[in-house]
């Protein structure tokens, strides 16, 4: 009987279940392109960085789909607004991941001075861990999200909720001051790099700062979903 | 039997009777079944069995054996002298009801049949005898109960299902909790549902009786079985999902009871009009009650088995699917206050209808945050289809009478 299947009233929670599962991958991905820069293994880094493009293409049509089925027609435990609001901040967390193998993309990060590049490389390499941390977190929030209305705004299940808002704010805190000893490095040592390498690795880390930056307003807008 | 046929007339009704039978199968009966369906409980497949068997024995076994000609005195029938106008009103009143039915059904909206043959009475009524006919005040009741029905069931519905949340749900181990409550909780529904079978079923009238004699037995049963049978075997890795294998078991049994209590009321609503026009066959007269004979019932029954079977799955698709994506508990919670609902009311003597009571349950588990989505659009063409059924079916009542007056 397949007319069973055609015409269900889906709720939209495993569907952005499912988007935050691709922008998952598409953090982990850049972090394995970073992780292929850290090496000197620069082909590899383009491909993992060519993949976090394809991945984030398609989070988008994932987004689009989910916008569409949201019709103002349904009538959900959790306002319309703050649901289109999420998903577009879980987007945005991909798209950040996107910038960042953009830059990946336009050079080769070579001709680091010396004496900074071990520091330079840890710096990246720890808040590219942190961020796909926080990518992370932010797929256990949407998937606890789902567990509060399954619990009908259980209290405990609304406790657990809000230990993963706060685990993401202290990520993103933590990438935050990485990011500002970052861009002192880079600023005390500019005088030993050309303009657009000093550019190019200030944009990485922005950009991998960014990916934090867009799972905390995620982790805003699922605090918002609770409070109807 | 055989002579009683070939009376052209009674022959028709008999036909048409089927026919609404079949089209109280297609759209109401599969109401009963379409919460379980919707929350997973039971296969569409295993829905029509089961809604079509005990349909059936409902109709047949626990049908009136006495019924009311002019279902609930809706029009006066003592301003009917000419037993010609049972005959064509009976046809008339029986066609339009169900050619609503089967238009409901193709879009797949549950309306009441009980008010599509009020309808269809009311529309002949007023073209053979004006609008004087008309019991307003019951009339009026049959309105009340478009908004009540639906009122009552989303009230009821959010608080219990805000109390099962808050028992079992929102408890630190719901698993646990689920084995202390829910055996309350089925034994609650279980005291309703002996109540309903005493008073639906069997149709008695004291509510105090229904209560202590048949609702507390069933209930106390209820709850020992349950408690026993979930004292062990219950094991789960996703406590959520624990809980709803317990309440999916019990949703089997509320549907199937609401299924045989349907049966069992609502094949008045064909044979109603057939039993009028038997007494005339075979009396001459047009009285207000006749006994049934039991072949009569019988094919009310295999009617409405043969709707469910050949169009139900249509309904229990929209209630139980395009309304809202159920969980058992939800389902469970449903079932379970649109029974209250209509075992209160029904004893307190307020009209309400199962169909309206059960979508006003749906909406208020929604309201509960209970769902995580209802679709407004359908619900609208709901409630939209409950406020035309009585004037549409009143209208094509009017025509058809009309025909059959000049013609016969």
């Known amino acids: 009987m397949q007319v069973w299947t055609k015409l269900f009233a889906k709720s939209p929670f495993k569907p952005l279940i499912k988007h935050a599962e691709v922008v998952l991958e598409a953090v982990g991905t850049l972090e394995k392109a970073l992780g292929a820069w850290e090496r000197g293994e620069y082909e590899k880094m383009r491909e993992y960085a060519r993949r976090v493009d394809d991945l984030e293409d398609f989070a988008d049509r994932i987004k689009e789909e989910i916008r569409d089925s949201l019709s103002s027609k349904l009538f959900m435990p959790v306002n319309r607004g703050d649901i289109l609001g999420y998903l577009e901040m879980q987007d945005k967390i991909a798209d950040a991941a996107e910038n960042t193998a953009k830059w990946l993309l336009v050079r080769d990060p070579n001709n680091i001075p010396e004496d900074i590049k071990d520091e330079v490389r840890t710096l990246i390499m720890t808040m590219s861990q942190e961020s796909i941390k926080a990518a992370k977190l932010v797929y256990e929030a949407i998937v606890q999200m789902d567990r509060v209305i399954e619990s009908g705004f259980g209290e405990k299940e609304i406790e657990r909720e809000y230990a993963i808002i706060k685990e993401i704010e202290s990520v993103e805190h933590k990438i935050d001051e990485l990011d500002t000893r970052f861009m002192e490095i880079i600023f005390k040592n500019s005088a030993k790099m050309e303009w657009g390498l000093g550019m190019y690795l200030l944009n990485i880390a922005k950009t991998i700062s960014n990916i934090s930056d867009k799972a905390k307003d995620a982790a805003e807008r699922i605090r918002l979903m609770m409070n109807k | ?408």
Do not use: C
Request: proline letters at 3%; hydrophobic letters at 55%.
């Open chain 2, 1 to 408: 039997m055989i002579e009683l046929l070939s009376d052209p007339w009674l022959f028709i009704t008999i036909a048409v009777g089927l026919f609404m039978a079949w089209a109280i199968g297609a759209n109401d009966a599969a109401n009963s079944m379409s919460t379980a369906v919707g929350a997973g409980a039971i296969t569409p497949k295993q829905a029509v069995i089961i809604a079509g068997v005990l349909e059936f024995t409902g109709a047949y076994l626990f049908g009136k054996s006495v019924t009311e000609t002019v279902r609930k005195g809706i029009i006066d029938a003592s301003q009917i002298s000419d037993p010609n106008v049972i005959v064509y009103g009976s046809i008339a009143a029986l066609l339009a009801a169900s050619l609503w039915l089967l238009f409901a059904s193709k879009f797949g909206l549950p309306v009441s049949t009980t008010h599509s043959i009020i309808g269809g009475i009311v529309g002949y009524g007023i073209v053979y005898a004006g609008t004087s006919i008309v019991n307003w005040g019951k009339m009026a009741q049959v309105i009340a109960s478009w908004i009540l029905s639906p009122i009552f069931g989303a009230i009821v519905a959010f608080v219990v299902i805000k109390l099962v949340s808050k028992t079992i749900l929102q408890q630190k181990d719901p698993i646990e909790s689920a084995k202390k409550w829910a055996p309350v909780w089925i034994g609650l529904a279980f005291v309703v549902i002996g109540s309903m079978f005493y008073i639906k079923v069997m149709h008695g009238k004291s509510l105090f009786i229904a209560v202590s004699r048949y609702g507390l037995a069933a209930g106390v049963g209820a709850f020992l079985v349950s408690f026993a049978l979930l004292r062990k075997n219950v094991k789960a890795t996703d406590p959520y999902w624990g809980v709803e294998a317990i309440f999916r078991k019990v949703q089997v049994l509320t549907s199937a009871y609401v299924a045989l209590s349907h049966g069992a009321n609502d094949v008045a609503n064909a044979i109603g009009p057939v039993a009028a026009v038997y007494a005339v066959a075979t009396m001459g007269l047009a009285g207000m009650k006749v006994p049934v004979p039991r072949w009569i019932l019988a094919m009310g029954g295999l009617g409405i088995a043969v709707g469910v079977a050949t169009y139900g799955y249509k309904v229990m698709e929209t209630v139980g699917k395009r309304i809202t994506e159920l969980t058992n508990t939800r389902g469970f919670s449903i079932d379970f206050s649109a029974a209250t609902v209509v075992l209160v009311a029904s004893s307190l003597g307020l009209p309400i209808s199962t169909t309206h009571t059960v979508v006003g349950a749906v909406i208020g588990v929604g309201l509960a945050r209970g769902v995580k989505a209802i679709n407004k659009d359908i619900v609208k063409d709901i409630v939209i289809s409950w406020f035309v059924t009585v004037p549409v079916a009143a209208i094509i009542a009017g025509i058809v009478f009309k025909i059959l007056m000049i013609v016969g």
